[in-house]
């Protein structure tokens, strides 16, 4: 008893439904002719693998009722995660911050959450977790670092002759150091 027009269903194991073709398989999904929603599927030496969506594409679980449990992606390329509405290329959203305009100079990626709020970056114990600050002028120009068997947190360029500087109320420097300490 079938409730919808198209019912795949094995009673002793996985039901299959296979699209084969010379060039590939796809699976479209149209609205009165018009195509919202395209699987695609080929070898490796044309388009490969790709789901296209005509406006955004947005996934989530039957529980999700608000868009917070789900990954979105919007037709500029930004992705969502625990958001519907992306301010930046990735953004993972725990609980919303509130409302203010992120400062664009530091946007591509968003972590917000509405209680604290961080990025772990875990190595192990031996090894050393960074953050690197590159340009096509220099690979590491900069880096934030810390060993855990050494016990040791770094800060700093990474370039000869690079500089230090320590910021202090409305970004004023307040102290600048040199590889002589000064």
Request: net charge negative.
């Amino acid at each position: 008893n079938p409730s919808v027009l198209l019912d795949v269903y094995n009673t002793g194991g996985w039901g299959n439904i296979d699209i084969d073709g010379t060039s590939g398989g796809e699976l479209r999904f149209q609205k009165a002719g018009s195509t919202y929603l395209a699987i695609y599927a080929s070898d490796t030496s044309s388009t490969s693998s790709v789901i296209k969506a005509t406006d955004h594409l947005h996934i989530y679980s039957n529980a999700d009722s608000d868009g917070s449990h789900s990954i979105y992606l919007d037709d500029a390329g930004d992705v969502g995660i625990g958001t519907t509405d992306p301010s930046a290329k990735l953004h993972v959203r725990s609980a919303n911050a509130g409302s203010f305009t992120y400062d664009t100079n530091a946007d591509d990626l968003i972590v917000e959450s509405n209680a604290n709020g961080g990025i772990a970056i875990a190595t192990a114990a031996a090894n050393t977790s960074r953050i690197i600050f590159a340009s096509p002028d220099d690979a590491t120009g900069g880096e934030i670092s810390f060993n855990q068997t050494a016990k040791l947190m770094k800060i700093g360029p990474t370039t000869a002759n690079g500089l230090l500087a320590l910021q202090s109320a409305n970004g004023v420097e307040t102290m600048r150091l040199d590889a002589s300490n000064r």
